[in-house]
Each structure stands twice: as structure tokens, then as C-alpha cells.
């Protein structure tokens, strides 16, 4: 009998996380959706699952806070048993600046969200996943940005930053853990149509930097979700620490 196929995503509830939750379910994975503020969102996203046949359920967190990821984890636990697959997608960045205007507490903002979250939820889910504690292995997507490589000057060189730290995480552990029964990768996303560019100050900002794109259009929230669902699944069993682009040829 196949293992229940266990699934968190975290900043689940919009754009990128929506997608890759919605098809993770469409694969056969009971979906945990986390979200922060939105739960209307996150509710309907549960609700579309629900209509397909799939199996979800919805958990307000802030992945920056130790106390909310172990609530997290432990809801999924007694909702659905032990998590197989955790896709770090919750994160944030903030309006466009240089960093001669940066103050520590967007700093700490951006990488509480984007750094500290997705450590802690990695450590929860190796926890449960890894051989040497018990646990029957699985699968970490993180999700990164070509701008870790790129550096997004003028705009959020903390966001970069912060997503180069994801890269680093991703190579570490998948290294630490690949005899314990886990991969880990990372997707890098271009530019994407989703609402985050609305964060920076500027909702269009696919559409002005599309040109520099050798595809000559910005992405899809689905096509980034299809990326990590592949990476998830046993189609991706030898790949572990590899940076995958989805970026159109950035």
C-alpha cells in the first residue's frame, strides 16, 4: 500500500504557493496550505482542492516564529500524520529602495520571513522525514529568485540577498541529509505575474522588465508550480541540491 503523501506549503494561500498547492493535490498529496494574513484566500484554496476530490486544510502562521512552525507541523501531524514533502515558499519583499535607505527593521523584516521561516520549517520536516529519526524520508523544495544571482540593484538588494541565503540552504542540507532519505532542491523563479511585485511599489513590473527576458514575457504562477511538484515527485529520485531556473532564460 502506498504511504499517504503529506504536503505543507507555506505562503500558500496566493500566487506561486496557490498553484503548487493546488497541483500538488491534483498528484496525490494531502495539502496543507500556510498562510499569514489572508485567510479568505487560503480558505478558497482549500475549498478548489476540495472540489477536485483532493484532500486540505488551512493554517494561519507566521513562519518567522519558532512557537508558530512547531504549531504548524504539530496541526498537520494530528490533521494528516507526518509530512513527506514541505515546499518553503512563504516570503516577502518591500518597497523598491537602494540600500543607503534601508533601515534594520525592514531588514529584519525581510529576513526573518525569507531566511528564519524557511529554516525552521526545513528543521521541522527533517524532523520528521529523516531515517535517522525515525522517519521514511521525503522531499524539500525551496523556493529562491534569480535574483540571488542577479541582485535586484535599485530595487530590493535585502530581497536578493535574502533568497542567495535559500540557495545556500538548499546545497547544505541537502548534503547533511541525502543518506537520511531527504532531497532538497530549489526552484528559481523569474519574473512572475503575482501579486508580490505590488509589495515593491510597482504592480506592473513584469510588463516593464519583460523585454530583458530572452523569452520576451514574464511567467506564470502555474509554471513555477509544475517545476516544484516535479521536483517533488519520484520522476526528479536522484536530483538533490540542484538550483533548478524557471526564468525564461534570465
Not at 491534483?26 to 482549500?46: F, M, N, S, T
Not at 493554517?59 to 504549531?71: K, L, P, T, W
Not at 521561516?117 to 535517522?132: H, P, Y
Not at 516593464?208 to 506564470?220: C, D, L, S, T
Amino acid at each position: 500500500m502506498e504511504r499517504n503523501r503529506i504536503a505543507i506549503v507555506t505562503g500558500g494561500s496566493r500566487g506561486i504557493g496557490a498553484a503548487t498547492a493546488k497541483l500538488a493535490a491534483q498528484a496525490g498529496y494531502r495539502v496543507c496550505i500556510a498562510y499569514r494574513h489572508r485567510e479568505k484566500d487560503a480558505d478558497e484554496v482549500v475549498a478548489s482542492i476540495e472540489r477536485d476530490g483532493g484532500e486540505a486544510m488551512a493554517v494561519s502562521v507566521d513562519v518567522g516564529r519558532e512557537a508558530d512552525v512547531m504549531r504548524l507541523f504539530d496541526a498537520v501531524d494530528q490533521r494528516f500524520g507526518e509530512v513527506t514533502a514541505l515546499v518553503n515558499n512563504a516570503g516577502i519583499l518591500e518597497r523598491q529602495m537602494r540600500v543607503e535607505e534601508m533601515d534594520a527593521e525592514r531588514l529584519t523584516r525581510v529576513f526573518n520571513a525569507n531566511v528564519v521561516g524557511s529554516f525552521l520549517c526545513a528543521r521541522e520536516a527533517v524532523r520528521r522525514m529523516s531515517t535517522r529519526h525515525g522517519g521514511h524520508g521525503g522531499a524539500i523544495v525551496n523556493v529562491s529568485s534569480v535574483a540571488a544571482r542577479l541582485g535586484s540593484p535599485n530595487e530590493y538588494i535585502d530581497y536578493a540577498a535574502s533568497k542567495a541565503a535559500i540557495d545556500t540552504l538548499t546545497v547544505g542540507l541537502a548534503k547533511e541529509v541525502a543518506a537520511e532519505g531527504i532531497r532538497v532542491n530549489c526552484v528559481r523563479p523569474g519574473s512572475i505575474y503575482t501579486e508580490i511585485h505590488a509589495s515593491g511599489g510597482e504592480p506592473g513590473r513584469v510588463d516593464r522588465v519583460k523585454a530583458r527576458i530572452p523569452m520576451q514575457r514574464g511567467g506564470e504562477a502555474e509554471e513555477i508550480a509544475r517545476a516544484i511538484v516535479w521536483l517533488l515527485s519520484d520522476e526528479a529520485s536522484y536530483m538533490t541540491g540542484s538550483l533548478v531556473d524557471v526564468a525564461g532564460g534570465l
